[in-house]
């Protein structure tokens, strides 16, 4: 059983910092193996207040991608929720050197809370957090250290593909480990601005060389969510002949249903 909780899909400062959309990452189910990844504002309200509730102290590790406040914000507290105050020592916390050391997002002293600390490097693992075997993509072109994740179990592999700009090599990278989901941040629809982040028709246009069998489009800008995200994977969907789904708040992915349906 593999299952992506997203507890948020808002991207961007405007949208986090309005709530258009909630910002608390996604919460990954791989059998029994509990993981949440890039934990943004409101991270830990929006967990416990789902129904039924995420239980932090059932989870086996945290993943950050890479340490911007829209990933990374409540880090540190979901950190004290999955270890009890710090007075149970437990869980994996897989993150990007930067987070953790010059200028932290996550604090000296939460660190400590945590049983083991895995540095994300470019194309390196297997990483493992409980039953499953994390491998790192190459090097995003963002502002701050960024790694995308391949998330293996029980022969499916769900890959994330985080924010940055388009490069040459992105797509390639993503595609040779041949995931089943691609979850993919598309954060500008069309625009000229020189940020890095991928607008929709590159993400178009990488999701199409990468060739998931089904592809989540999440982390939304303003202009996205003016776009109807919706709308754009139905069009997804009809150019590039494979499952597209635009996520929204609490939406509970089941991916083997997502992938056994394609096969039937």
Not at 14 to 20: E, G
Not at 122 to 147: D, F, L, N, Q
Not at 235 to 261: F, H, K, P, Q, S
Request: with cysteine.
């Amino acid at each position: 059983m593999i299952e992506v909780l997203f507890l948020g899909t808002g991207g961007a400062r405007f949208v986090v910092a309005r709530q258009f959309r909630a910002s608390g990452g996604m919460w990954m189910r791989f059998g029994g193996t509990q993981i949440h990844v890039d934990p943004g504002p409101g991270a830990l309200v929006r967990a416990l207040s789902h129904v039924p509730p995420c239980n932090p102290r059932d989870l086996d590790g945290i993943v950050l991608s890479h340490k911007h406040l829209d990933h990374a914000n409540d880090v540190n507290v979901m950190i004290e929720a999955m270890t009890s105050g710090g007075f149970r020592r437990r869980g994996v916390l897989l993150a990007p050197d930067d987070a953790l050391h010059g200028e932290p997002v996550v604090f000296p002293y939460a660190q400590k809370f945590v049983d083991r600390i895995e540095i994300s490097r470019e194309r390196s693992g297997p990483y493992r957090i409980g039953e499953v075997e994390i491998h790192t993509s190459i090097k995003h072109v963002h502002a701050v250290e960024t790694y995308g994740m391949h998330f293996r179990y029980g022969g499916r592999t769900v890959s994330y593909l985080p924010c940055g700009r388009h490069f040459d090599g992105l797509a390639p990278d993503y595609r040779a480990h041949k995931p089943d989901v691609l979850i993919v941040n598309v954060l500008r629809y069309r625009d000229a601005m020189d940020v890095d982040h991928l607008t929709f028709d590159q993400a178009r246009a990488a999701i199409g060389h990468i060739a998931p069998r089904v592809v989540v489009l999440q982390h939304f800008g303003t202009k996205m969510l003016e776009q109807n995200p919706a709308r754009l994977a139905r069009e997804l969907e009809d150019a590039l002949g494979i499952r597209a789904i635009a996520a929204y708040d609490n939406m509970l992915l089941d991916v083997d249903t997502e992938v056994a349906a394609l096969a039937g």
